[in-house]
């Protein structure tokens, strides 16, 4: 489908399978994989875990077995919640230095006692493969190759896969933040969209949202877009992970839904990400994209194409 298709029939929304685009990524993570080990180059991604945050372990448990069974190494480092600063930026410049080690990622938050922006910008950038260190970041604004940030990067290779060509089609993000809202402004405009960012501040939020051909909700409301902010055929990406009650499953359960109500979007939009099974599988297979991409440059392999913009 082209992006001048995108005003196609109401009610009949596909639904973006974030899950399936996923796997799609991990199995060209796990041929890259193999192909490099023919060089005698095996990916390496460590993870630092400071604290016993219940949903970080969690995070950082799957984000190790999917890097081994993609055929990576795996080095977990799990720190103590009481662990000094100078402790952790040892840490990171031991792994800075270890050729074994392609991709670091230190796992947010931190401990309130640890400066969160000295920890990451203390990173290699060559092995910043969360590509929140300052100079990723302005290698992206700058239209320059970065280690882009996951989520982000997932949002925009599902949308590329969906609408092919974006160019001068109307975004508009809603969401301001470092890790999400911003990089992805960004990489819509390298794909010469016409961006807007949307936030708390934001005048008629509504009417901004109808002009959307491509609307990336990354707010962390529950369901606060609803389908009649949606222009009618517009690709609909929800980044939102909400917890809420969910009465109906039973006392005290609760289900996930995302910053758009989807029931009233998927009878408006022309594509939509479900949550869960949409933008959330693809953050840990962008990792392990971005870990692969760190190695090859590391080691001086051509860049692995179809795993980074
Ligand atoms: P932040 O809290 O850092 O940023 C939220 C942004 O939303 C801010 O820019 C804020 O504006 C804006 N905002 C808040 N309220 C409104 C409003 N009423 N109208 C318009 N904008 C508003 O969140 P993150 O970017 O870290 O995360 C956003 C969501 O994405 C969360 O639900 C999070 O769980 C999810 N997420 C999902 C991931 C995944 O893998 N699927 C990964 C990362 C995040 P302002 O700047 O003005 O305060």
Not at 67 to 77: I, L, N, Q, R
Not at 174 to 185: D, T, Y
Not at 203 to 216: P, Q, S, T, Y
């Amino acid at each position: 489908m082209t992006g001048s298709d995108t005003a196609g029939a109401q009610g009949a929304a596909r639904i973006i399978d974030g899950k399936a685009f996923a796997e799609g990524l991990r199995a060209r993570i796990s041929a890259h994989v193999a192909r490099m080990a023919e060089q005698g180059v095996t990916p390496g991604l460590a993870v630092v875990l400071v604290g016993e945050d219940p949903a970080s372990q969690v995070y950082v448990a799957s984000k190790a077995k999917q890097t081994v069974a993609c055929g990576m190494k795996s080095f977990e480092h799990r720190l103590s919640a009481d662990t000094s600063e100078a402790d952790l930026l040892a840490l990171i410049e031991r792994l800075n230095a270890d050729p074994e080690v392609h991709g670091i990622l230190v796992q947010l938050p931190l401990p309130g006692h640890l400066n969160s922006d000295l920890v990451i910008n203390s990173i290699d950038p060559a092995k910043d493969v969360d590509g929140f260190h300052i100079s990723n970041v302005g290698l992206l604004a700058t239209g320059q190759d970065a280690l882009v940030s996951c989520t982000p990067l997932g949002c925009l290779l599902m949308l590329r896969e969906e609408l092919g060509n974006l160019s001068g089609l109307n975004a508009v993000v809603v969401g301001r933040s470092n890790i999400v809202g911003k990089p992805m402004a960004q990489l819509l405009l390298r794909e010469s969209c016409t961006v807007t960012i949307a936030h708390s501040r934001t005048k008629d939020l509504g009417a901004v949202c109808r002009g959307a051909d491509i609307l990336v909700a990354a707010v962390g409301r529950p369901q606060m877009i609803p389908g009649d902010w949606v222009k009618p055929g517009a690709t609909v990406i929800d980044v939102g992970i909400n917890r809420i009650d969910a009465p109906e499953k039973g006392e005290g359960k609760t289900r996930l839904v995302g910053d758009v109500d989807f029931d009233s979007a998927v009878k408006v939009a022309g594509a939509i990400t479900p949550v869960p099974g949409g933008v959330g599988p693809m953050t840990i297979a962008c990792l392990l994209a971005n870990t692969v991409t760190a190695a090859s440059r590391i080691h001086g392999l051509p860049k692995p194409e179809d795993l980074s913009i």
